[in-house]
Nanobody, 128 residues
């Protein structure tokens, strides 16, 4: 089992950047697949990015390709989400999630149902 804590959110102007962090404890984080999801008020939770437990494979929602970069530092037990050129529509609560599973099909990385450990979320607000 692993506990996740997100940080790095805040209020930024459009065009600005943020780096979100997901710090893990309770287990060996390097053994977990990790994903980032976001949920805006009144909208469904949506996939943003994911990274395999080996760190050799990364996946992104089409809407954030070129804008976001996911990475992990297993020595620090942390996964990052770098977000650039932020827009007001990026405003949401961003959640880090983890799974102990190793997925055969890449489509599995996109489903929130495949992640069983979730952080409390960090608010990202982008003003115009």
């Amino acid at each position: 089992q692993v506990q996740l804590v997100e940080s790095g959110g805040g209020l930024v102007q459009a065009g600005g950047s943020l780096r979100l962090s997901c710090a893990a404890s309770g287990d060996t984080f390097s053994s977990y697949t990790v994903g980032w999801f976001r949920q805006a008020p009144g909208k469904e939770r949506e996939f943003v990015a994911a990274i395999s437990w080996t760190g050799t494979n990364t996946y992104y929602a089409d809407s954030v390709k070129g804008q976001c970069t996911i990475s992990r530092d297993n020595a620090k037990n942390t996964v990052y989400l770098q977000m650039n050129s932020l827009k007001p529509e990026n405003t949401a609560v961003y959640y880090c999630a983890a799974s102990a599973k190793i997925y055969v099909y890449i489509a599995s990385y996109f489903s929130a149902d495949n992640y069983h450990y979730w952080g409390q979320g960090t608010q990202v607000t982008v003003s115009s």
